[in-house]
Structure formats: C-alpha cells, structure tokens
C-alpha cells in the first residue's frame, strides 16, 4: 500500500493538470546507454529519470519548466512575435491556447508540420531584429556549427528581446565533447553524446560561454529562483537550469 503514498502529486503547467503522475524517462535511453557504453547517462543538469513526463499531455520536464517561465512572465494578452524552432508539441498547444495576441510561427529543418523549413544556421527568412521572444530547445545539440545557430538567433532577436535557449548538458564533464574524428555511427553518438542524433555532449562553462561569445546576456533560473517547492511540484530535477538569453 505504501508504494502508492507518493503519487499523485504534481501539477503540469502545460495541460494544467494537478495531483496527477509522472511517468519516468523512457527506458529504452538507459538501454542503450548500458548497450552503447555511454558513460554519463543519469549525470545530465535537467532531465529526470523518475518525473520525465507528464501522463496527462506528456509534456517533459523542460516543457513544463518552460511553461512555468511563460506563465509567470506574460499575462497572455500581450501582442508579440514568438518564433518556436523545432517546436515540442505539447508546449505549442500551450502557447496556441495560452497566447492569443501573438504572431506565432514554427521552425523545423526536417519536420513537415512547422509554419517554415528552416536550417538554424542560416535564418535568412527572418529579418535582423524581428522576433520578440524565441524559443529554441535541444535543437543545437544537433548541429555541427553550433556558434553560427546562436548568432543567428542573436541576430533575429530585437533589442531587448529575450530567448529560451536549451541543451543537454552533463554536469560529469568539465569540456564539451565534440568533433571526434572517429565517431561517425549512430552506435559512436550514442556511446559519446548520448543519443544517435547529437553531434556534441555539453558542459555547462562551455554552453554559457559560447552563449555569452554570441553577444547575448545570460539569464539563469533555477531552484533557488523557483523554489523547492515548486521544482517538486512540477517533477524537476534539482539541478535544472532555466537558460533565458536576453539581447
Ligand atoms: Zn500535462
């Protein structure tokens, strides 16, 4: 009986749902890691093993820190630009819902269901100084020349304007592991990077200064800014990090 005394617990900012469960990061991501040899699974700053999902929407533990920061920084009727690169779904639903003032577009290099196929190192659609607010989450991780995508983001920003700017980062490592000449299978990402798809494993200096390189000012939130009690009640991890760029 007492194994259930803990669920039903939490509350998910992106489909509003309280004392309800989480389901735990899928384990397939534990799988393979043991599989592929990749030594840092578990080790990472934000994503949880046990609160991953909510079981309402599904929304993720970084969705639903995003939500959290949109709820307590807009009222929901001002009119702004927000661009979403590579939008996570249950967050744009949310958005939809949320905001209905805003010029809203989406983003997407391979996805068919985004406003705009776009590579986010070369944004040449968007005007310099045109979006007011981004949004762009474990996209860069992906991308070879990572430096170029956060200039291109600087650039579209207007003056003043801010950005969600996430990746994974593992607090086991103190250097960026990336350009290994020899990592060239699905099979070498997944024992490197930690997924088949990522070109780079972060360590957190190296994202804040490749941020800060970039121009803009950096923006961090964390449990200390939340609380405790509300990290737990939205599932975070402790660690977590809410990286707000600002131009
Ligand atoms: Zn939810």
């Known amino acids: 009986m007492f194994k259930y005394f803990t669920r039903h617990r939490y509350y998910c900012p992106v489909c509003l749902s309280k004392n309800i469960d989480f389901k735990p990061l899928p384990a397939m991501y ?24 909510c079981l309402k929407c599904g929304a993720s533990d970084r969705e639903r820190l995003y939500a959290l920061y949109l709820e ?5 009727d001002e009119s702004f630009i927000l661009y979403h690169f590579s939008p996570e779904k249950r967050l744009q639903h949310y958005i939809i819902k949320r905001f209905n003032n805003i010029q809203y577009k989406t983003f997407d290099l391979k996805a068919n269901d985004v406003d705009i196929k776009a590579d986010i190192t070369n944004l040449n659609m968007i005007s310099e100084n045109e979006c007011d607010f981004f949004i762009c989450s474990h996209v860069i991780e992906h991308v070879e020349d990572d430096i170029k995508a956060i200039k291109e983001l600087y650039r ?10 996430m990746a994974p980062i593992s607090l086991a490592i103190n250097k960026t592991i990336e350009n290994l000449p020899d990592v060239k299978t699905d099979e070498d990402r997944w024992k490197y990077y930690g997924q088949n798809d990522h070109v780079r494993l972060y360590a957190k200096n190296d994202f804040i200064n490749r941020i800060k390189a970039s121009g803009f000012k950096l923006n961090m939130f964390d449990e200390r800014y939340y609380g405790k009690k509300m990290y737990k009640k939205l599932g975070l991890k402790k660690t977590s990090v809410l990286y707000v760029v600002e131009k």
């Open 30 to 53: 534990a799988q393979n890691a043991e599989k592929y040899g990749y030594k840092y699974f578990g080790k990472s700053e934000m994503t949880t093993l046990d609160t991953y999902s």
């Open 156 to 165: 579209i920003l207007k003056p003043g304007g801010k950005g969600i700017l």
């Open 72 to 76: 307590n920084n807009f009222k929901g």
